[in-house]
Nanobody, 124 residues
Framework: QVQLVESGGGLVQAGGSLRLSCAAS????????MGWFRQAPGKEREFVAG????????DYADSVKGRFTISRDSAKNTVYLQMNSLKPEDTAVYYC?????????????????WGQGTQVTVSS
């Protein structure tokens, strides 16, 4: 069992930055590949970024590449999403997800554990 708790969301102006955190507790953090997803009102949940168990491999959605950075700190059992140059279209609830072996890291159904989500609102 793994519990995931996101934090760091909020309201920011376009062009601003936010850093999301996802604290994991329970099973060994290093066993899990971690992902960030987001869901805007009326839209399906979409992949944002993923990071490998050792933190070396990362993957990003085209829409956030070059603006967002995913990282993990094994000592703190935490994964981060640094979001820069935010745009109004980044407005969504952001979710942290974990799984030991997702077949496709970009597919939400491949992840077993989920956090409760944190709201990010970017004003124009």
């Amino acid at each position: 069992q793994v519990q995931l708790v996101e934090s760091g969301g909020g309201l920011v102006q376009a062009g601003g930055s936010l850093r999301l955190s996802c604290a994991a507790s329970g099973r060994t953090f290093s066993s899990f590949l971690m992902g960030w997803f987001r869901q805007a009102p009326g839209k399906e949940r979409e992949f944002v970024a993923g990071i490998s168990r050792n933190g070396i491999g990362t993957d990003y959605a085209d829409s956030v590449k070059g603006r967002f950075t995913i990282s993990r700190d094994s000592a703190k059992n935490t994964v981060y999403l640094q979001m820069n140059s935010l745009k109004p279209e980044d407005t969504a609830v952001y979710y942290c997800a974990a799984d030991t072996n997702p077949q496709n890291v970009r597919v939400s159904s491949q992840y077993y554990y989920w956090g409760q989500g944190t709201q990010v609102t970017v004003s124009s």
